[in-house]
């Protein structure tokens, strides 16, 4: 079984988000750790994401939240360790109305296919991102996208708990990563 690796996006996924709760479930799961959650800077975090790669026995399994779908689009091209795939949840738009004031060193992903499976998970009333923008990053990405209905930033804001249909999606796809 591979390792998991969280990736919470701006503000580090406080206690009722549903990836501290699977992070607590699973005991092969862990976090990322960049020096602030709060005023994220891009060098930082990919040295913080490739540093908890380097950890990893074998190529682990991504699990990115919000800021950190941005994180994987601009580490993907460079990158210098090996992971299984990348579970994307709700993607932030840069261009959109609201965006992360703190995290500008984020915009403007490089456009182009991740160089792993990846699956792209997406509400319909996201205030961060629109579903057609998670469509286009889904193409873009050459990720599955998966409509989750309205369901805001899937986060904590959710009142998802723990997020049993997301889970569902996971474990759908770690089961065809690891049959591939």
Known sequence: MSDIIMLPGLGGSGEGHWQTLWERQDH????????SWDNPELPDWIAA?????ARSATPPILIAHSLACQLIAHWAPARKTAILGAF?????????DI???EAGSFANPPRQRLPFPSVLVASTDDPFGSFDHA??????WDSTLVDVGARGHINAASGLGDWPEGKTI???FRARLCRE
């Open 170 to 172: 996971f474990e759908d």
């Open 88 to 96: 994307l949840v709700a993607a932030p738009d840069p261009t959109g």
């Open 135 to 140: 469509r286009r990053s889904a193409e873009i």
């Open 99 to 101: 965006y992360l004031a």
């Open 49 to 53: 994401l490739e540093q908890e790669i």
């Open 28 to 35: 092969g799961a862990r976090r990322f750790q960049p020096s």
